[in-house]
């Protein structure tokens, strides 16, 4: 149920129901336990003067508009420097980061984004990762780009959904390795549609709070990519953050939803 | 005597026994008072209805400016988008007629509930685009506070056409305006198509359309259920009744060359509440005709078709029930998790359900075969005989397979050219059609819905120009075939 007034949430506490793995993302979703004397009391007045109920819609369409707004593409920068560069900048941008080929991961720093993001136009992205970030179904427009992404991570990502997953097979060619752990609106029905990425290798499927039958999806997925390692709902690797990115995750804001 | 005794004894409202002595003979229902003075007290505060002289609070309102007859999904997607394309809020009053609030014989919830993008004419084409569309964005769309948000259960795996020798131009020619109006289409060799799908056996098969987006199958009850909730918290009013009657006054005019024409304006509708004879005389501005496959019935009642045949006067409109089987089967070694919705090029398809290796499909009958569309008993014969060869000569592996259960619905279908008719009826001024669209209803049915509305606030197409399925087509002859029918 849609929380407070004050930060009424788009993602329903009811995907959190598996999400014991994943403490961060319920906590961050769903921080509203502590208020629910004053959400009734604003219900109770939305349900019976049309004035709240109209304030509680406008708050949210603006929740929704930020999400658009963060996931909007920079034509510009992709016409300039070419769609390396602007796939790269929209995902250091949402806190997400990059690796281009021959070199380091490219993270985005306290302040602005490194001078030298802007001399790689021709070099091209061979892992991103965007674990946290606020993309959907408009922002993957950017990461779809990168022809030759061979690593893909989309852990804990709040907007991500089946339908972003059917788009997935554009990078069918490249993608070797793809990470969709802890994602709350993904469940079967979008796996089924990752048959496209025949070239895939490592897929990581554990801690999907929509699939209903984790082991039974495990292996039906399996069975489709026969070439694939998929690590589900058993994989000891599960979500165990790695030092680096422990740090990362932490230093970040919560992620609003 | 005893009898009170008895009574005071026995009773379940042991609070009114002090007050149950003063009148004898009398049982003081007083938990029943009290639940009734405060239903009486709730009505009066805001929010509630209250009427002072007599309660109408089962029949639908008397006044009322448009009236949807047909509360499927075509009818709640005209008055979602009428509500949302109103120029000030609370500008229209749309009331809503529904038979059976159970949609216990209604298409929308006896559907597949495919989607696809791949039509031959494009107005098809786009009308899937934007409802896909829609149906991605559905939590913005429908988004009503404090409610949760939809999971309209959506797979998407995509459709798989097949086709023979003769089918395959028709074919190619098909995939090049999808591709032209946006579909995300690719077409596959036979070898192709077993590489990708091993488990089809591509004797007979020429070349193969696949759809790699947007394209597949949900939950038509989700829908249903989100837009009347959706359609509900704007403000429409909603009616469990039967429409029985229209009244209605002619005008006589003349046309610009001379001829003579009678143009006729509905005033009321007369809803029949369910199980009386009672009714109430709704007045309206407009009338939608969103009745699915008994819209040929309304239309009648509008007067439409009553007149020399060949006349304007004298066309029907030509949308008759016809019914559909949809079989669910289990088959253990069936396709995987991979399988889209298959259409082999005899008309039989099918498609997975869920993870347990069920499957859902069927067949459409030619013409010769069709079934009595009076009631909604299944025939296990025809899947006997005229499904099952078919899906066990394309999928080996359906050659055991067990039925398990299985249902009939209604298409509405449009006996002219299998399209929906869409827009006002020429003669009856304000009557408007959102039906006849033969079992591709529910995939387009949010385009329609705004394509209705703008037609009716606006006065003409403003997205997506539909004039290829106005009325005037069954005067006029002039087919808008779609051949891409499943």
Known sequence: MAASGASLRLVAPVWNRGTSGIRGLSRSVDPEGSQRKGRTLLQFLADHFYDVEAVREYLLQKQVLKVLRKNRSFTYIKERYGPYVAGAYFILKQ?????????????????????????????????????GCAINYQGLDNVLALKELQSLSLQCCPHVDDWCLSRLHQLANSLQELSLAGCPRISERGLACLHHLQNLRRLDISHLPAVSNPGLTQILVEEMLPYCEVLGADGAQGLKLRPEEQSRHTARSPVPA | MLRRALRLGLGPGLLGRGLGTHREGSTLDWHGKVSEIKKKIQSVLPGGAWSPLCDTSHLPPEHSDVVIVGGGVLGLSVAYWLKR??????????????????YSQASTVLS??????QFSLPENIQLSLFSVEFLRNINEYLAVVDDPPLDLQFNPSGYLFLASEEGATIMENNVKVQRQEGAKVCLMSPEQLQKKFPWINTEGVALASYGLENEGWFDPWCLLQGLRRKVQSMGVLFCHGEVTRFVSSSNHMETAIGEKVTL???????????HSQEYQPVECAIVV??????????????GIGKGLPGTLQGTKLPVEPRKRYVYLWHCPQGPGLEAPLVADPSGAYFRREGLGNNYLGGCSPTEEEEPDPGNLEVDHDFFQEKVWPYLAQRVPAFETLKVRRAWAGYYDYNTFD???????????????????????????APAVGRAVAEVMLEGHFQTINLSPFLFNRFYLGEKAQEHCII
């Open chain 1, 95 to 131: 806190g997400g980061a990059v690796k281009f080929q021959d070199k380091e991961w490219m993270r985005p720093n306290g302040r602005g984004l490194s001078g030298e993001l802007w001399k790689l136009w021709e070099v091209p992205i061979e892992a991103v990762d965007a674990s």
């Open chain 2, 289 to 302: 005709n969103a009745a699915g496959a008994w819209s040929g019935r309304i239309a009648e009642l509008a």
């Open chain 2, 85 to 102: 394309l109103e120029k000030r809020q609370g500008a229209i009053r749309v009331l809503v007629v529904e038979r059976d609030h159970t």
């Open chain 2, 418 to 444: 299998q399209n929906g008719v869409v827009g006002p009826h020429p003669l009856v001024v304000n009557m408007y059609f959102a039906t006849g669209f033969s079992g591709h209803g529910l995939q387009q």
């Open chain 2, 264 to 274: 006729k304006r509905i005033h009321e509708v007369h809803v029949k509440v369910d």
């Open chain 2, 112 to 117: 597949v509930g495919g989607i696809r993008q």
